[in-house]
């Protein structure tokens, strides 16, 4: 998982609330076997629509994504962090996120940034008023730069630092790789083994 620290890029508004991961991606692209290619589920039934956010032009190439409140409630699908990444996202910030939601973005290597109500509002009027509107962000001093204004905003410190580290599940476990292999070499012969996979 890629090192997260500070980064610009293009921000993108989606003015509603109470979105669940259904409508992030719906069902029907669960069926895939895959951790990656998922860009094209994002938000599939309402890219539908031409007025859809996504389909604008300006917004094409966005990575920072600005949410109403409630994100990522619904189902624990993986695959809604997934289809976000593969489409380009590398934050999304909200004044409110599912915990489901959340542990899987930290997982995942996508900040889920917690903002207030009224900063977001700011946020959205000033990206309305400014064509391409960039955000930086600083995962270390957890702000966010838009135009003059410095928001700040929440992450727990365990997902900060899973984040700003790089480390996925496998890599926490990889950490102490020298200790698993000093362990197996000195394993009492009656206990079970870990076996290589077979070849097919």
Known sequence: MEKISQFKGLAV???ISNVDTDQIIPAVFLKRITK??????LFANWRQNPDFVLNEPRYQGGQVLIAGSDFGTGSSREH???ALRDYGFKAVF???FADIFL???????????VI????????WAFIDENLGAEVEVDLPSQEIRVGDMVIPFSVDEYTKWRLTEGLDDIGITLQNE?????????RESWKPKTLPARGV
């Open 13 to 15: 508004p989606l003015k």
């Open 36 to 41: 990656t290619g998922f860009e094209d589920g």
């Open 80 to 82: 809604a962090v997934w």
């Open 94 to 96: 909200s004044s409110k």
């Open 103 to 113: 542990g899987n973005a930290g997982k995942q290597g996508l900040v889920a940034g």
């Open 116 to 123: 207030s109500e009224v900063d977001t509002e700011r946020i």
């Open 178 to 186: 020298a200790a698993i292999s000093d362990y197996e070499a000195k």
